[in-house]
């Protein structure tokens, strides 16, 4: 069995961290028709998701669900406008654990997260460093 170009990179990894065809839509609605409009919307998503999902952390850490319910929110909005539909839908399971008070369940669901954010990150930071 060979593998695929996406398999190379990491045979557990599963779908793409970013759906490019929601990046590609910035491009098509940018005055300038390139990919600014999309390296600033993924340089604002690193910049700030990074403390959101610290806030994260720490509702967990402290069982604090209204905490989680609201971060939780946030980061499924601006990760979906990025297209990482997999991270996006994490959150979103995150912020229905966090409504039924489940901090136990919100924690395991917790670990995918932190993976899948590192997977997102790579992804539009190889984004930033494609030429315009």
Same mark, same amino acid.
């Given at each position: 069995?060979? =593998?695929t170009p996406q398999d190379s990179r990491d045979p557990q990894a599963g779908p =793409?961290? &970013? +759906? /490019?065809?929601? @990046? +590609?839509q910035y491009r098509e609605i940018d005055p300038a028709g390139?990919?600014?409009l999309a390296h600033r919307i993924a340089r604002i998503y690193i910049d700030s998701s990074a403390e959101t999902l610290r806030q994260v952390e720490q509702a967990i850490a402290g069982?604090?669900?209204e905490a989680l319910r609201q971060a939780t929110h946030s980061l499924k909005s601006s990760t =979906?406008? &990025?297209? =990482?539909m997999t991270l996006a839908g994490l959150f979103r399971e995150l912020e229905a654990l966090a409504k039924a008070a /489940?901090? +136990?369940d919100a924690l395991v669901v917790l670990g995918a997260v932190r @993976?899948?954010?590192e997977r997102v990150l790579v992804a539009l930071r190889d984004l930033l460093a494609e030429a315009p």
């Open positions: 069995m060979h =593998a =793409a961290p &970013i +759906d /490019r065809k929601v @990046l +590609d390139g990919p600014g069982r604090n669900a =979906a406008s &990025i297209g =990482a /489940r901090m +136990d @993976l899948e954010y």
